[in-house]
T-cell receptor, first 112, second 114 residues
Framework: QQQVKQSPQSLIVQKGGISIINCAYENTAFDYFPWYQQFPGKGPALLIA?????SEKKEGRFTISFNKSAKQFSLHIMDSQPGDSATYFC???????????FGIGTKLQVIP | KAGVTQTPRYLIKTRGQQVTLSCSPISGHRSVSWYQQTPGQGLQFLFE???????NKGNFPGRFSGRQFSNSRSEMNVSTLELGDSALYLC?????????????FGEGSWLTVV
């Protein structure tokens, strides 16, 4: 059972454009929603995270939008750059432990 | 400050063999977890250790096991390897805080089973 559904699985965006990745979850016990960025040959690195009592969080060019009633959240990358080309994972966690449920991942390619 | 260190980085094993992967967490981190990453299944949680005790386990068969030592270093073992065990195995560590503590991943151990 895929508890965190992520789309699209691949995304091509022009430099300067907005990249949008969407996720939906089912388990209402989730209370922490991180996004990870992974470059080839590297482990995932935390990009930005949000808790369900906040509807939006922005860090630089990266923004998470969160809709608790719809059980959906999304990542927006503004002014996308070629260096943003990576695989992005949405994730969810409950209870403060390290058990993280990941989405399937979105391979983002930003073309010049 | 050194990151999460995993060894070996690459290894090739034959079906039926067993393998042990090692993880050294970031200094001061006492929580360690393991994940399997494959193209088809993505990132899947294997297990989590804190103070040498397993406190969470994912949906993997008993061939997958792990342990944590008193210095927080961890190992995972896969016995009777199957072709489907070919994957990137990631170790992660964090401080033992319960409120949104960041999980740091290592670069992983690439296991190929032939």
């Amino acid at each position: 059972q895929q508890q965190v559904k992520q789309s699209p699985q691949s995304l091509i965006v022009q430099k300067g454009g907005i990249s949008i990745i969407n996720c939906a979850y089912e388990n209402t016990a989730f209370d922490y929603f991180p996004w990870y960025q992974q470059f080839p040959g590297k482990g995932p690195a935390l990009l930005i995270a949000i808790r369900p009592d906040v509807s939006e969080k922005k860090e630089g060019r990266f923004t998470i939008s969160f809709n608790k009633s719809a059980k959906q959240f999304s990542l927006h990358i503004m002014d996308s750059q070629p260096g943003d080309s990576a695989t992005y994972f949405c994730a969810a966690r409950s209870g403060g432990y390290q058990k993280v449920t990941f989405g399937i991942g979105t391979k983002l390619q930003v073309i010049p | 400050k050194a990151g999460v260190t995993q060894t070996p980085r690459y290894l090739i094993k034959t079906r039926g063999q067993q393998v042990t992967l090692s993880c050294s967490p970031i200094s001061g981190h006492r929580s360690v977890s393991w994940y399997q990453q494959t193209p088809g299944q993505g990132l899947q949680f294997l297990f989590e250790y804190f103070s040498e005790t397993q406190r969470n386990k994912g949906n993997f068969p008993g061939r997958f096991s792990g342990r944590q030592f008193s210095n927080s270093r961890s190992e995972m073992n896969v016995s009777t390897l199957e072709l489907g065990d070919s994957a990137l195995y990631l170790c992660a560590s964090s401080l033992p805080r319960s409120d949104g503590n960041t999980i740091y991943f290592g670069e992983g151990s690439w296991l190929t089973v032939v």
